[in-house]
């Protein structure tokens, strides 16, 4: 089995969550390239250290920029903050490498339209971390509608909201830095809208309204010095999709008691879908025209029939894990490296949701619908 070389840059929650994919790939994946973990980079070097005793990196980068340069890997895995995506990537593909990007793939629709060109141009493949979408209950859900089993699609109802930012004593980040990207939108509101448009194709307009639901917050952890926060904590859309039905998106980091309500509902004229990733395992399906004494959803349960699940475990109802999907994430990457048909979603779908992003942002600045251009 051949093997390829992996670079993995941050340490973070998801430089772990890569490290973790990229060791399970090939127990999982049968006839797959063999990962090989060569490289760690971090701002930290202890973390870099931690990293590589924890996971079996062969060695240590001291910088990001000697990682992408190194000739004995092949793969360059991107997990920073949004702000650092672009210099990487762009520093990666000149160096000739795949690159696995987390998302958002950058803070602009400009900036990613130059890592797309960049990427194409080079013929490198490219991944980008939308890892919900390797869900096998949504890859179903997405064919149900394809194939008109909901026949025409009326809405979607779709939210990401989370609370870790509920607490206005949380300082200061990164994740608030308007350099960083458009807060709530950009860091959860860009999973929700790629699963929008995974499931029913591309948005068309979009009319937003973003707000900043705590102005001041702690400098740093513990510092009674406050700091200004300029993005949204809360991100409400309605959207228009380019095949006719319209629905809303909201993305929200204050949602006391929300640990992960990735959702949404569309409904049809002949059946509906319900979907949390709080309970990913399961999606909830409404057939309509029954026994209305006998009709209600229907809780349709993750199993080895939902590929690649049986590659995980055999029996149904014992449930994917989120490192499982971003393991898929990384087996569909490495199909794509092989030659094989390219899943993504990869530099030029998260461009597309990027053009969503900076959209809603001028469309609450301008307080008016806008066309995604
Ligand atoms: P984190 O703060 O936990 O980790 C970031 C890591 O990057 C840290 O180890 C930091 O030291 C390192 N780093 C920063 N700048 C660096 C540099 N110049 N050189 C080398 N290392 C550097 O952050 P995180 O939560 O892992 O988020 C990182 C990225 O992953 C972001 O783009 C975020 O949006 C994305 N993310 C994706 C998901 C997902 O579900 N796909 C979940 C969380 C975060």
């Known amino acids: 089995m051949n093997e390829i070389g992996v670079g993995i840059i941050g340490t973070g929650f998801m430089g772990q969550a890569h490290a973790l994919a990229y060791r399970a790939v090939a127990g999982v994946f049968p006839d797959i390239l063999r990962p090989r973990l060569v490289a760690v980079a971090d701002l930290h070097a202890e973390a870099a250290r931690k990293a590589a005793a924890r996971f079996g990196f062969e060695k240590i980068s001291p910088d990001w920029q000697q990682l992408v340069q190194d000739p004995s890997l092949s793969i360059v895995s991107i997990t920073t903050p949004n702000f650092s995506h ?3 990537a762009l520093a990666a593909i000149a160096a000739g490498k795949h690159v696995h990007c987390e998302k958002p793939i950058a803070v602009s629709a400009a900036d990613a339209k130059i890592m797309v060109e960049a990427a194409e141009a080079a013929g490198v493949v490219t991944q980008v971390g939308f890892n919900y979408l390797k869900n096998p209950l949504i890859k179903m859900a997405r064919e ?25 004593n949380i300082p200061y980040s990164w994740r608030l830095d308007p350099n960083c990207g458009a807060g709530a939108l950009a860091d959860i509101g860009s999973h929700i809208i790629s699963m929008a448009r995974f499931l029913l194709g591309p948005i068309a307009e979009v009319n937003a309204d973003l707000e900043t639901v ?3 917050r702690p400098a740093a952890l ?10 949204n904590d ?3 859309l309605n959207v228009a999709f380019k095949r006719g039905c319209h629905g809303s ?3 929200n980091w204050v949602a006391t008691g929300r640990t992960m309500q990735l959702g949404f509902e569309i409904a049809g004229s002949q059946g509906a879908l319900v979907f949390t990733q709080e309970r990913f395992n399961e999606l909830l399906y ?6 209305r004494r006998h009709t ?9 029939e939902h590929d690649p699940y049986g590659l995980f475990c055999r029996a149904p109802g014992h449930q994917l894990g989120f490192n499982d999907l971003k393991t898929i994430e990384v087996a569909d990457f490495l199909k794509a490296i092989a030659g094989g048909p390219a899943a993504g979603p990869d530099f030029r779908e998260a461009w597309e949701i990027q053009k969503v992003i900076d959209t809603a942002v001028a469309s609450s600045q301008e307080r008016a619908w806008l066309v995604v251009s």
């Not at 149900?144 to 699609?153: K, R, T, V, Y």
């Not at 513990?222 to 300029?230: I, K, P």
């Not at 209600?296 to 080895?304: C, I, K, S, T």
């Open 222 to 231: 513990g510092s009674s010095e406050t700091r200004a926060v300029e993005v």
């Open 249 to 251: 998106i909201e993305a």
């Open 86 to 88: 672009r210099e990487m």
């Open 234 to 236: 809360i991100a409400r």
């Open 296 to 304: 209600g959803f229907q809780r349709l349960e993750a199993g080895p």
């Open 286 to 291: 409404y057939k309509a025209g029954g026994n």
């Open 214 to 216: 705590h102005k001041l």
């Open 144 to 168: 149900m509608i394809a194939s008109g089993e909901l026949g025409e699609i009326f809405s979607f109802r779709g939210i990401h909201a989370e609370d870790f930012m509920a607490d206005p």
